[in-house]
């Protein structure tokens, strides 16, 4: 018989064993160190955290309610420890965790004209999205086909809200590097914008 508690995580409620509930505080206070100097830490943690529900979300099932010390740890290796992506040591770590992510198709809003399925294609398969933007104006001249795919595929395509499905749409693992690299990046963006 173990204890259980109750937390919220990622806006999600789990119920996760004791010993493994220690686990996990200790990691999240370590990131919680490691980015205390980042303007941009309480963005990161949030997303980290987003991320670590997704993933005990997935572990979960009818006959699984309760996460345990094996899903912390599995959880823990797909994000990795702080100190694996420390600058000094990127190049050679960097190897370590490298094999690239899951890879799903998702509509780009950060750098969509219309409704962001060219720029989420062209993230898909590492293209500029403007040359998907001409294959489908070239389509539509040809026959009209063109505007009928891509209302198809605003339909069918999610929108890429979270940090994580924004890293997914590029196929790269979603681990604590590419989450803080990401975060990094939009506030880098904020900032350029608010300037002009």
């Not at 998702?106 to 898909?124: E, F, L, T």
């Not at 198809?152 to 790269?172: F, W």
Request: hydrophobic share 40%; glycine share 8%; aromatic share 10%.
């Amino acid at each position: 018989m173990k204890i259980t508690v109750s937390i919220n995580l990622g806006g999600y409620s789990f119920n996760i064993d004791e010993d493994a509930y220690g686990e996990l505080k200790r990691y999240l206070k370590n990131l919680e160190l490691h980015f205390a100097g980042e303007e941009s830490s309480s963005e990161i943690l949030s997303d980290i955290e987003t991320r670590i529900s997704e993933l005990f979300r997935a572990r979960l099932s009818a006959y699984k309610q309760v996460i345990d010390m094996e899903d912390v740890r599995y959880a823990i290796s797909v994000l990795g420890n702080p100190e694996d992506f420390s600058d000094e040591e990127a190049q050679s770590s960097g190897s370590k965790f490298s094999a690239p992510g899951y890879h799903r198709m998702y509509r780009d809003p950060d750098r969509r004209i219309i409704g962001g399925v060219c720029a989420g294609m062209g993230a898909y398969w590492s293209i500029e999205p403007w040359i998907v933007r001409v294959i489908f104006i070239a389509i539509t001249l040809a026959g009209g086909l063109g505007l009928l795919i891509y209302l198809i595929l605003y339909v069918v395509l999610p929108e890429a809200k979270t940090t994580s499905q924004k890293i997914e749409m590029k196929g790269d693992p979603v681990n604590i590097k590419n989450i803080t690299d990401s975060v990094k990046n939009e506030f880098d963006t904020v900032r350029k914008n608010m300037k002009l």
